[in-house]
């Protein structure tokens, strides 16, 4: 058995980098295959606490976890939090596990948009169909139907352990043993929503910084010192408004 993480924002391959920088934990397609290919066909078992990021990565790593469960088993086990696209890859799991003190979130697809109306028509129905294709993560694990699942997602809806279980979201739920305060687990389902994006990078830095070429820039660069430390600045509030939850 060999163990991974998959911890923190999932990005897409390319941009590791920048959230190791900042000290952030992220996992990307890029990272999950090379798990894969150095657990060289034993089976696995993926540590999850992820508060999702971004779809088409997500799907990406659902299917490479899928592809896999045909050499051996994938096994999932839920800490903490498993949200938004990082539930979708937990549905990829051969058998899911999940703590009694951990939480599941499923919702709807959703991005940022502009345009006149037929922008806004056109965004709404690829959101719809985006919807779709997540669903079936969901309905192959479960067993849901189309009306139940797409209910789900429209109310964006937190689950315990025993109510994940309940659902067939999850097949196990872990140190049943074990007694857990009932108290802490109502505390992280309020707080939750505000974890879930609480250490995504802006777009526009995530961009910058791609284009950012520290060789070839003047040390007096003005605009690109002021655009880190925005950056960095907005990375330590964060981090604080994490550790204040």
Known sequence: ????????????????WIYDWYGIQAISPKI?????NNANGDDVTFRV?????????????????MDYRNKANV????????ASIAGVIAMAGTTVKMSPSALFMIHNVSCNASGDYRDMEHTAETLK?????????????????????????????????????????????M???????????NLLKNKAT???????????????????????????????????QKAKAKLQLLNMKRRCL
């Open 49 to 65: 606490n992820s508060g999702g990021g971004s779809v088409f990565a997500g799907c990406d790593i659902y299917n490479m976890l």
């Open 194 to 228: 505000a974890l879930c994006n609480s250490v995504s990078l802006n777009n526009d830095i995530v961009e910058k910084l791609k284009q950012y070429k520290p060789i070839n820039q003047p040390v007096n660069n003005e605009v690109d010192f002021l655009m880190q």
């Open 129 to 173: 169909k985006a919807n779709e294709t997540i669903a079936n993560a969901f309905k192959l694990k479960t067993g849901m139907e189309d009306e139940e699942i797409k209910s789900i997602m429209d109310h964006e809806t937190w689950y315990t352990a025993n109510e994940a279980k309940d659902k067939k979201i999850i097949d196990e739920i």
């Open 32 to 36: 999950i295959q090379k798990n894969l």
């Open 175 to 185: 140190y049943q043993d074990q007694k857990v305060d009932s108290n802490m687990v």
């Open 75 to 82: 096994n999932i086990e839920i800490n903490g939090l498993c």
């Open 1 to 16: 058995m060999k163990y991974f993480d998959l911890k923190g924002e999932v990005v897409d391959s390319g941009c590791e």
